[in-house]
Antibody, heavy 121, light 112 residues
Framework: EVQLVQSGAEVKKPGESLKISCKGSGYSFSSYWIGWVRQMPGKGLEWMGI????????RYSPSLQGQVTISADKSISTAYLQWSSLKASDTAMYYC??????????????WGRGTLVTVSS | QSALTQPASVSGSLGQSITISCTGTSSDVGGYNYVSWYQQHPGKAPKLMIY???NRPSGVSNRFSGSKSGNTASLTISGLQAEDEADYYCSSYTSSITPHVVFGGGTKLTVL
């Protein structure tokens, strides 16, 4: 079965670090860009960035560049989203999703179930 | 404020057709044929319904169709069914600043 399995919900304090994961299966993980989408509570979708696991080429949203790090380990078909110092405003649902095989940012055709990140003191 | 503008809500009766608009600029919707549409039910992950303006992924009902004119893209759902009630988001490639994707603010579809 083609799927993306995300890591479980997290509760963190402001200033803490965090790395969440997304494991792909059932398809050639290294051949598709994979990305992250943020959805803050009660709000819409926000494109964060994409990574090509084959060579770790990464593209970020201009508004989020420097605030998060996207990485991947193709040997275990897993992508990551990482924060070095969380803020309360990072509280959101984070979805990983499979992008097309092209570098041009277009669409996501397969989605994970999401990882809820809650940042609260 | 989202980069693409969608109506906050639309409604339609069972069996009717509705259209959701998505307005951008020449740097995104109007400049490229890379508009996509997603359906999201409460508490669920988004689902791709239309890509590259008017293409349907395998398994998506042909009741869903997409189009574009100038800086505005549209999603039309014909023969409304109860299960169509959901939030719908448009997105587009944009060349603004660095290439990336922008989403609309979302439209809540209510089926009466």
């Amino acid at each position: 079965e083609v799927q993306l399995v995300q890591s479980g919900a997290e509760v963190k304090k402001p200033g803490e670090s965090l790395k969440i994961s997304c494991k792909g299966s059932g398809y050639s993980f290294s051949s598709y860009w994979i990305g992250w989408v943020r959805q803050m509570p009660g709000k819409g979708l926000e494109w964060m960035g994409i990574i090509y696991p084959g060579d770790s080429d990464t593209r970020y949203s201009p508004s989020l560049q420097g605030q998060v790090t996207i990485s991947a380990d193709k040997s275990i078909s897993t992508a990551y989203l990482q924060w070095s110092s969380l803020k309360a405003s990072d509280t959101a649902m984070y979805y990983c999703a499979r992008h097309t095989t092209t570098v041009t940012p277009r669409y996501f055709d397969l989605w994970g179930r999401g990882t809820l990140v809650t940042v609260s003191s | 404020q989202s980069a693409l503008t969608q109506p906050a809500s639309v409604s339609g009766s069972l069996g009717q057709s509705i259209t959701i608009s998505c307005t951008g600029t020449s740097s995104d919707v109007g400049g490229y044929n890379y508009v996509s549409w997603y359906q999201q039910h409460p508490g669920k992950a988004p689902k791709l319904m239309i890509y590259d303006v008017s293409n349907r992924p395998s398994g998506v009902s042909n009741r869903f169709s997409g189009s574009k004119s100038g800086n505005t893209a549209s999603l039309t759902i014909s023969g409304l069914q109860a299960e169509d009630e959901a939030d719908y988001y448009c997105s587009s490639y944009t060349s603004s600043i660095t290439p990336h994707v922008v989403f609309g603010g979302g439209t809540k579809l209510t089926v009466l």
